[in-house]
């Protein structure tokens, strides 16, 4: 089992590199954010001719969640329950399986938070803590998959020079210490425990020149601890960030054989 998650700064704009990356990778779950468009304009039809199944929550210019699936999702849930929110930064499914493990695949956009003294920030703390109350709901026999535009890069080999972003967001103390309040709900940072000395990134300024490889590693997917003798592969697939008008991020990558 291949997923995928990829925020592709405007799905309006990379709707082609969108289906050239599936046909070339065929994931059997490919999750999106910052689809920057409402649940009326998503290209349900594109995929469904490829015989995709889509699932969106989105907004007008601003953030937005997909799955696209190879399977029909079960229990399609927006949002995170219990916490107002006028921004759509969470969808989440369950895709089905003949036999057990099942998974709940959640596409989440964590917000930036801009800077650690604005009304932003505490709306990004607000938002985890209330997204990690959630997880701990959802211990319900069904293991879960976390994807998405985390906004954390959770160590100093998940940025270029942490010493240039000391006191920024992105890397400050509170954000990396919600990511290890993550870990301890039960999950697994699957790229870092394939590649555990690994410095590689998968978010590069547009301001910066892609070749100079200033980036960060702020894309994730996490997986249940019970689920690791499943997992087989974790890399990012930086071959986007090369295209023709691409997103500042490229595509994470996590591979499960269900037969460990």
């Known amino acids: 089992m291949k997923i995928a998650s990829w925020n592709v700064n405007s799905l309006k704009v990379r709707l082609p590199q969108v289906l050239d990356w599936i046909s070339l990778n065929q994931p059997d779950v490919l999750c999106l954010q910052e689809t920057k468009q409402n649940n009326d304009n998503f290209p349900h039809d594109v995929f469904e001719k490829?015989?995709?199944f889509s699932y969106h929550n989105g907004q007008n210019t601003?953030?937005?969640v997909a799955i696209i699936s190879n399977k029909e999702l079960i229990d399609v849930q927006f949002d995170i329950p219990n916490f107002y929110d006028e921004q759509k930064r969470l969808i989440s499914g369950i895709y089905p399986n003949d036999e057990d493990p099942k998974f709940r695949v959640i596409?989440?956009?964590?917000?930036?938070g801009q800077s650690l003294n604005s009304d932003k920030f505490e709306y990004k703390m607000n938002w985890l803590k209330s997204f990690i109350n959630f997880l701990q709901t959802k211990i319900d026999g069904i293991e879960n998959i976390i994807t998405?535009?985390?906004n954390i890069a959770p160590s100093t080999l998940d940025c270029y020079d942490t010493k240039s972003w000391d006191g920024k967001i992105?890397?400050?103390?509170?954000?990396?210490?919600?990511f290890d309040k993550l870990l301890n709900v039960g999950f697994i940072d699957t790229f870092r425990e394939m590649n555990p000395n690994a410095n590689e990134f998968s978010w590069w300024d547009y301001r910066i020149p892609f070749k100079r490889n200033l980036g960060m590693r702020i894309d994730h997917i996490l997986l249940s601890k019970t689920l690791l003798p499943f997992l087989k592969k974790a890399y990012i697939d930086k071959a986007t960030r090369t295209l023709e008008r691409p997103?500042?991020?490229?595509p994470v990558v996590t591979e499960l054989s269900l037969n460990p």
Request: proline share 7%.
């Open 50 to 52: 490829r015989g995709l």
């Open 247 to 250: 997103s500042d991020h490229v």
């Open 107 to 112: 596409s989440a956009y964590i917000p930036n």
């Open 170 to 178: 992105l890397v400050s103390p509170q954000e990396r210490e919600y």
């Open 148 to 150: 998405g535009d985390f």
């Open 62 to 64: 601003y953030n937005g």
